[in-house]
């Protein structure tokens, strides 16, 4: 019995199991004959060329017997197109998600997909009147992949595994680097004051034993970047470090087994181990920035009491309709927009609109998905699906910006393509130069000898290490880059857009003003704040310091105050509007007091600022920066805090939607970075080139801003910049430190004067300037 491989899948197989089609062309079973007949008939042959020597899932031939739940959980709809997001199991190179795209793209009704490789997760947009979700995910299954609902916590998942065993090839490669330097300092003495052969041959082993798992372990990933790009006709730094490792690797092996020459295990374990470190602080730094929407789930994933009759019931968000009766109890969040029937309540907006104080909603006021009900209950008419809500919108969008921001390339890579073939070309011009003028073993040596000193070590260290110091300083105090290219961003931004609650100020009531009509017991007032939970109460409560006394007929009215009684003295405190004939007029916040039906007290309240924001933005300012502020408050309250804080340009009683906007507009201009705090910046932080939250704010907006500054103080914001700029020149100085090196020390190599152990010297040389100096940034560094 013989074997054959499956034209589609390359998998071997007996061949009592062949399967031919009209061609004679072999299968291992009908879903493969079927695959391959249908991509060739459609144009898509390209798909195997593409694919080169890998192998591909088999078809599947199951259903999809739940496509209704897709509908329901999964897919949102405008009412013209559908879309959805998928995880696509099965993608696992570039070859993959090209013929996805094809496929589907060339499929009538789809009207726009895209594909994550990192993640494989997929965003697709059809016409459901063209064609239906359950064709599109056959179709999908057709072509040998298995298309799954995107499901946050697999996402995580994924990422945990990665960063787990990113860590451990990191470990191997730092134990085994450590412990071979020792070695190298010894083999390095020996040759200038002499060896016996037997320990040279020795301590060489003791390299080959270290070096070889941290070249094929933990370098395993470089070499897996390095085959990928090749097959993709690109060449970067990986296959730089690849070929530079490799090379020296299998001559030290030469040298180690002739016992001729010397062995460069150390450059070796170097050049891997320092550049892969790198590579690990962007897992790390990904863990949570690429697709986790967790928090948003657990917002969203609810239910509602929906009235039936005259009682309610627990209804899940996607089984409400227009025209339902929805009942919003203290404590509760709004999941979907509507208009108030019955009732009344103060909710929170400011982490959804960005509204400072809390808001009164009445019967025929619109009530707004992502509001808190603060006090009071309230009854209201659903005006929009689900899908439709202010709230939904803000995480399709935030969904949308996760899958699509682009990435910024790091100058490194910007160089290191044209670079890496450069050097390649010269190393076997090098070799081949000599090949036919010495030999073949010298030919060897020198253009190793290119190799090694020219080996991309110095250039790969020049962005890793500076921004791996930039990180470990910025942690220090208190700042938090999420990936190690948002440096480079921040550095290049001039314009910065402030949200104000929450951001320049501390969405914290604060008394401003207070005014007595006459004098009164303290003590009766502190009383009264003491029996309502109103921001306002508790901020004036905060104010003073008395005793409490028993009160009787304690009576809340919602939005509007409180009432008691404290012997035969009839106490109340709350708005204006709630005193009898009782006029006061102020842009602040109002809280008056009233004993006997007479306003004895009245209390200015305002949103506090931050006490460290106007130096701060004085400071931007000064260092040439266009310093703008967004905010949800209206125009009296954004004007009065603008020219406290000497800012010129500013937009009030803007929606998170409009925010974010604002933001994109700006940033098409030039690049921005956006400051906030709460759900109604999320969106924004997404829109803008860099999205910085302090580290207080909502979950949300921490989850979805590229750096967090823990202190929850804005002169990290000064230090974050100071320090990504710093950090940046520290890149540039590596990086023009590094081509001079190669520029006069490769012509060197080639010349045949510089052997391979002096090249390995200089090399490691050059990484120590460049660690140096990037080590240097810890000093220079003041904030």
Same mark, same amino acid.
């Given at each position: ?6 034209? !589609? ?82 993608? !696992? ?28 997760? #997929? ?80 301590? !060489? ?34 296959? @730089? ?55 948003? @789930? ?38 979907? $927009? ?107 040596? =020198? ?59 501390? @969405? ?25 939970? !109103? ?12 005793? =409490? ?20 003295? #009839? ?5 204006? $509007? ?28 305002? $949103? ?51 925010? #974010? ?26 829109? #803008? ?95």
């Amino acid at each position: 019995m013989g074997k054959f491989k499956c034209l !589609h899948c390359k998998g071997v197989f007996d061949d009592s199991g062949i399967i031919k089609d009209g061609l004679g062309n072999e299968f291992c079973c009908n879903g493969c004959k079927n695959v391959y007949g249908f991509l060739n008939s459609n144009g898509l042959g390209e798909f195997y060329e593409r694919l080169g020597k890998e192998n591909h899932v088999k078809a599947s031939v199951s259903s999809f017997e739940n496509v209704d739940n897709f509908y329901k959980n999964y897919v949102k709809s405008d009412g013209e197109l559908s879309e959805i997001y998928l995880i696509i199991d099965g993608i !696992h190179c570039s070859a993959c998600v090209w013929l996805n795209e094809k496929v589907l793209a060339n499929t009538a009704g789809v009207t726009e997909i895209s594909i994550n490789a990192a993640t494989n997760k #997929a965003q697709i947009k059809w016409d459901d009147s063209t064609i239906k979700l359950i064709e599109i995910l056959n179709l999908i299954k057709s072509i040998g992949y298995n298309p799954v609902p995107y499901d946050p916590n697999k996402a995580e998942a994924r990422a945990s595994a990665k960063r787990r065993e990113f860590y451990a090839k990191m470990l191997v490669g730092v134990f085994c680097t450590m412990n071979i330097m020792w070695v190298a300092i010894a083999l390095y003495g020996g040759y200038f004051s002499g060896m016996s052969k037997e320990i040279k041959d020795i301590l !060489h082993f003791a390299e080959f034993v270290l070096a070889s798992p941290v070249l094929f372990y933990t370098g395993s990933e470089f070499f897996r970047s390095a085959y990928v790009g090749l097959k993709n006709k690109t060449v970067g730094m990986d296959l @730089s470090v690849a070929a530079g490792a490799s090379i020296a690797y299998i001559y030290s092996v030469y040298a180690m087994l002739s016992r001729n020459g010397e062995v460069y295990f150390d450059s070796v374990a170097m050049i891997i181990t320092f550049v892969f470190i790198g590579k690990f602080l962007e897992v790390i730094s990904k863990k949570k920035a690429i697709d986790s929407l967790d928090s948003l @789930s657990s917002m969203l994933v609810n239910e509602v009491s929906v009235k039936v009759g005259n009682s309610y019931e627990l209804r899940s968000v996607n089984d409400v309709r227009l025209g339902d009766i929805i009942i919003v109890r203290a404590g509760e969040r709004v999941l979907i $927009d509507g208009v108030v029937v019955a009732g009344a309540g103060s909710f929170d907006y400011s982490s959804l609109s960005g509204e400072s104080l809390p808001v009164l909603l009445a019967p025929k006021g619109v009530i707004t998905s992502g509001a808190i009900c603060l006090d009071g209950s309230l009854e209201y008419e659903v005006t929009t699906s689900f899908e439709a809500s202010m709230l939904s919108k803000i995480i399709a969008l935030l969904e949308s910006a996760s899958l699509k921001k682009p990435n910024i390339e790091k100058m490194a890579n910007q160089i290191s393509a044209k670079f890496s073939l450069t050097i390649l070309a010269l190393g076997l011009l090098t070799f081949l130069f000599w090949a036919f003028s010495t030999g073949v073993s010298n030919a060897i040596i =020198i253009a190793v000898s290119v190799i090694i000193i020219a080996c991309p070590c110095a250039l790969s260290l020049a962005t890793p290490v500076a921004t791996l110091v930039g990180l470990g300083v910025g942690l220090k105090k208190g700042i938090v880059f999420k990936e190690a290219k948002i440096i480079e961003s921040l550095a290049k931004c001039q314009t910065i857009v402030f949200d104000k609650t929450g951001t320049l100020s501390k @969405s914290k009531l604060k008394v401003v003003k207070a005014t007595k009509f006459d004098e009164f017991d303290m003590s009766l007032l502190y009383s009264l704040l003491s029996v309502s939970t !109103h921001p306002i109460s508790k901020a004036v409560m905060s104010s003073l310091d008395a005793e =409490i006394y028993e009160l009787k007929d304690v009576q809340n009215i919602v939005g509007k105050g409180v009432s008691a009684r404290y012997k035969n003295q #009839a106490l109340k405190g709350g708005s204006v $509007d709630f005193m009898s004939g009782f006029e006061f007029s102020s842009d602040n916040s109002l809280y008056c007091f009233s004993i006997d039906e007479k306003v004895v007290a009245v209390f200015e309240l305002a $949103d506090e600022l931050r006490s460290e924001a106007k130096d701060v933005i004085s400071s931007l300012k000064a260092n040439k920066f266009k310093v703008i502020m967004l905010t949800g408050d209206n125009e009296k309250v954004a004007s009065k805090v603008a020219n406290e804080l000497g800012i010129s340009e500013f937009y009030y009683s803007k929606d998170p939607l409009q925010k #974010a906007t604002i933001v994109k507009e700006l940033n098409d201009k030039s690049p921005v970075v956006m400051v906030g705090d709460g759900i109604n910046d999320a969106v924004a932080l997404s829109s #803008a080139s860099v999205g910085i939250s302090l580290g207080s704010g909502a979950a949300l907006s921490v989850e979805r801003s590229d750096v967090v500054l823990l202190n929850d103080d804005l002169n990290s914001l000064k230090n974050a910049i100071l320090l990504s700029k710093m950090t940046l020149q520290t890149v540039k100085q590596n990086l023009a430190f590094s081509l001079v090196y190669n520029a006069v020390t490769v012509p060197l190599a080639m010349a045949g004067f510089i052997i391979p152990l002096f090249a390995a010297i200089s090399m490691s040389l050059s990484s120590i300037i460049v660690v140096i100096n990037s080590a240097a940034l810890r000093v220079k560094f003041k904030g």
